[in-house]
T-cell receptor, first 111, second 113 residues
Framework: DGGITQSPKYLFRKEGQNVTLSCEQNLNHDAMYWYRQDPGQGLRLIYYSQIVNDFQKGDIAEGYSVSREKKESFPLTVTSAQKNPTAFYLC??????????FGNGTRLTVT | QKEVEQNSGPLSVPEGAIASLNCTYSDRGSQSFFWYRQYSGKSPELIMSIYSNGDKEDGRFTAQLNKASQYVSLLIRDSQPSDSATYLCAVNRAQTGANNLFFGTGTRLTVIP
């Protein structure tokens, strides 16, 4: 079955620590995305990547970093520079101009 | 002006009624339109896609697109408590590149038994 796998489902970290969220897809999609969602809020784009070894900042990239070394993988690192990292993080992928397919999300809590 | 606008709700309808969710968009050249359903604490799931003017029906769901008026709507017939969720409208603009999909903030629907 094709899909997007995000891990872990829940993540707890102490303030000041970097943390990496995993996203893997086997849909053979070129484009991958990271969104952040806060309670009762819409989706905000963090980073996106159209092809391997290329990625672009979204609307709220500060305090985050990504890599795209393989077509299937698009990990997101939440750095200590991100002032309010506690949120629900969603990874997605799609073919050009097609609907987004979402992973199940990672809920990050930083204390 | 936001790319995609939705009434945040909450919208409450009794079980069995028709729920009507609306979405307007700013780019007249937009080509593809999607509705997602998101249950609390879960990720969005695609429920409808529509690409041309008119109605598209899928079971109890009907998507309606009016490009001249720049709005797209989702009707849910015979609403069930299990339809209670936030519904996100997404619009694909005509511009090239991967960052051409824009989401509304969502409308929260509650179906009252």
């Amino acid at each position: 079955d094709g899909g997007i796998t995000q891990s872990p489902k829940y993540l707890f970290r102490k303030e000041g620590q970097n943390v990496t969220l995993s996203c893997e897809q086997n849909l053979n999609h070129d484009a991958m995305y990271w969104y952040r969602q806060d309670p009762g809020q819409g989706l905000r784009l963090i980073y996106y990547s159209q092809i391997v070894n290329d990625f672009q900042k979204g609307d709220i990239a500060e305090g985050y970093s990504v890599s795209r070394e393989k077509k299937e993988s698009f990990p997101l690192t939440v750095t200590s520079a991100q002032k309010n990292p506690t949120a629900f993080y969603l990874c997605a992928s799609r073919d050009y101009n097609s609907p987004l397919h979402f992973g199940n999300g990672t809920r990050l809590t930083v204390t | 002006q936001k790319e995609v606008e939705q009434n945040s709700g909450p919208l409450s309808v009794p079980e069995g009624a028709i729920a009507s969710l609306n979405c307007t968009y700013s780019d007249r050249g937009s080509q593809s339109f999607f509705w997602y359903r998101q249950y609390s604490g879960k990720s969005p799931e695609l429920i409808m896609s529509i690409y041309s003017n008119g109605d598209k029906e899928d079971g109890r769901f009907t998507a309606q697109l009016n490009k001249a008026s720049q709005y797209v709507s989702l009707l849910i017939r015979d609403s069930q408590p299990s339809d209670s969720a936030t519904y996100l409208c997404a619009v694909n603009r005509a511009q090239t590149g991967a960052n051409n999909l824009f989401f509304g903030t969502g409308t929260r629907l509650t179906v009252i038994p």
